[in-house]
Structures are given as C-alpha cells and as structure tokens.
C-alpha cells in the first residue's frame, strides 16, 4: 500500500491518486503533533493544540501545554530569599540576598545582635552554649574539662 507523502497514511491503490490529490489541496498535517485536519482548520488546531503563551518570568514563548512543565525549570524563575523568605526575580535575588543577609537581629537566646546570614550557625552554637551552661551548673566538675577543650578549638 502506497503511503501519502502529505498525511503519511497507507492509502489503498485504488484510491491513491484520487486520495493525494484531495489531500495535498485540503489536508495538512501538524509538524509539531503529527496530527492532520483540514488545512482551513490550521488556527484552529494551533489554538487548541498549540497556543503559545508568554512565560512570565523569562518571557519565552511555549506551548500552552508545556507552560506548567517550563515554569517548573525556568531558569528565571522567581526564588525566595534564603533570609526573610520574600520572592523576586533571579536578577534581584542576588543582590537582594546580599543586602538582606548582612542585616542584624537579635538572637532569640542570648539577645545578641547577630548577622542574618550567621544566624543558622549562631543558634547551633548558642543553644549548644546554653546546654554546657546548664549542665555546667549542674555537675560543673564533670565537664569543666571537656568545655575547655571544646573552647580552646575555637
Ligand atoms: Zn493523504
Ligand atoms: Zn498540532
Ligand atoms: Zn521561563
Ligand atoms: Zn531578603
Ligand atoms: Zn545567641
């Protein structure tokens, strides 16, 4: 059986000639889905099919059906800030995150003012701090020796 060489479907013999005739002038086939449909109903195939949208972050244009995958790996896709969590664009990140790091709060355990960026750490360390002093005061002699050391590696 003969292929169409416009819809790529087997055609019988008999009606070969007559088929790629009709279909080369009515049918046409979608290069992206594969699909054929008559050549008047091209937008609305691409409508429905193929509508592009803008992404909104880096602004390419993709496949209707593909915008919920892309936002997924978008490269400028909007992040939160790693230290107050508000979220913006890659291209205000950075800086962003520079600034908002460097800014001081006071530590919720030892009322220090610490850097943002170092709190993570300063709260190991202080709660760690706090655990030493507890047990301290309570079996001081014990563990005078190993908070020494612990100390003198710093
Ligand atoms: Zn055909
Ligand atoms: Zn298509
Ligand atoms: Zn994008
Ligand atoms: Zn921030
Ligand atoms: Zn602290």
Do not use: W
Request: net charge positive; hydrophobic share 25%; glycine share 4%.
């Amino acid at each position: 059986m003969p292929t169409c060489p416009n819809c790529q479907k087997d055609i019988p013999d008999e009606v070969f000639v007559l088929h790629e005739a009709h279909c080369s002038r009515f049918i046409e086939v979608c290069k992206q889905c594969d699909q054929s449909f008559p050549k008047n109903k091209k937008k609305e195939h691409d409508d429905k099919h193929h509508k592009k949208v803008k992404c909104p972050y880096c602004a390419k244009l993709v496949d209707d059906i593909e915008l919920a995958l892309h936002k997924t790996i978008c490269e400028a896709k909007p992040k939160p800030c790693l230290y107050c969590g508000a979220i913006m664009e890659l291209s205000l990140l950075l800086d962003h995150e520079d600034h908002c790091g460097s800014r001081t709060e006071s530590c919720d355990i030892c009322g220090k003012n610490v850097v943002i960026k170092d709190m993570p750490e300063h709260i190991q360390n202080c709660i760690e701090e706090q655990e030493y002093n507890e047990n301290g005061s309570l079996k001081r002699k014990k563990n005078n020796h190993t908070i020494a050391k612990k100390r003198g590696k710093k």
